[in-house]
């Protein structure tokens, strides 16, 4: 059997390079893979330690943050009713 195999008008495919490249394609991409699931984990498992260490939850500050956005709001609706319902 022919290592080199004609297709149509003299297009040769040499087969056991193209094998070859189909090989280290897969085992590159498993390799991709897997690298990229050992990233996630690491960074993963920093956060979780980082999220562990903080004094204040993130829920504590996010309710916090909340309050305060409510209570300037409020302000400064009352300070543009106090400013637009005064006769001038």
Do not use: Y
């Amino acid at each position: 059997m022919a290592t080199n195999q004609r297709i149509s008008n003299g297009f040769q495919v040499n087969r056991s390079m193209l094998t070859g490249g189909v090989v280290l394609t897969g085992i590159g991409s498993a390799l991709g893979a897997a690298g990229t699931a050992m990233v996630c984990v690491a960074l993963l498992t920093a956060g979780r330690n980082w999220l562990r260490s903080l004094d204040t939850t993130p829920t504590a500050l996010a309710h916090r943050a909340l309050h305060e956005a409510k209570v300037a709001s409020s302000a400064g609706w009352e300070a543009w009713r106090a400013e637009h319902s005064s006769p001038n």
